[in-house]
């Protein structure tokens, strides 16, 4: 039975919200939106009028078919070249979803959706629609073929595992501002000492270029190693201009709700660093160079106001 104007229109409404729980999912822009995709085609070919709440449907449909997607991912991500990090998303971007909350700011933060790899498919599918999107657990047992007892186990053990692998800190735009204002001073300065200084002693420095652009593929770990890394990447240098085709532009962002560095080079966004802040300082540095998983930062960059460049980079 082919669609009414108004059964698209209920889909379309219920997009903005399918994509952001795809997100949290997958962590991935452009797999959400093709797990938004098929699940608008399940729409199509399903009996609509015999839909009772096609939200609790389009939900359920659509957290299957992350399920499935998850579980051959984490195969893909075996073979992955160096480290995987989530696709970033810039401030305004509608596939952050609701952000009225700590819980639902968090939930989508980059060193978050980092922890939800850790986690099985049915945890982080627990965890995402109860933290991010207060669902009740009797609709989450529903969605997954669960109890509702199980329901209610499975995310208390998620939200412990992800609890414990960071520490909750909230900053706004304007302190986000001054501190990668602060960092990228300490970075250009030439010396490690003002670095570290930054930095907790446990700080934590990963990169990913999807084999596509070069980035370690182990970790720099503790202050000291994280430092000298810094400093010697935002040293300037020929090799590196020729590496990505000239001198990026970096500026202070903010991305997934966090600090971030976005590096632009003739209008394409080439990285975007994301900070993680404990109190005690930056915690972690998270950056992302794979050019597939930069393409919607890229089209974001172009539709938003960002200002001037802090610096020439290279």
Known sequence: MALTVSDVDRFEASRPRLEAIAYRLLGSASEAEDAVQETFLRWQTADVERVAVPEAWLTKVLTNLCLNQLTSARARRETYVGEWLPEPLLA????????DTAEQRESVSYAVLTLLERLSPN???VYVLREAFDYPHREIAEILGLTEAASQQIFHRAKKHVAQGRARTEIDEAAARRIVEEFLAAATSGRTEPLVRLLTQDAIAIGDGGG?????????????AVATFMRGLFKPSRAKRSLVGGS?????ATANGAPALVAVLDGRVIGVMCL???ADGIAAFRNQVNPDKLERATRR?????HGEPLLRAF
């Open 248 to 252: 990026p532009d970096v500026y202070a």
């Open 92 to 99: 305004g971007d509608s596939m952050l979803g609701p952000a």
């Open 212 to 224: 596509k652009v070069p980035a370690r593929a182990k970790a720099f770990e503790g202050a000291l």
């Open 301 to 305: 960059w172009a539709a938003a106001d």
């Open 123 to 125: 945890e982080r599918a």
């Open 276 to 278: 993680e802040i404990g």
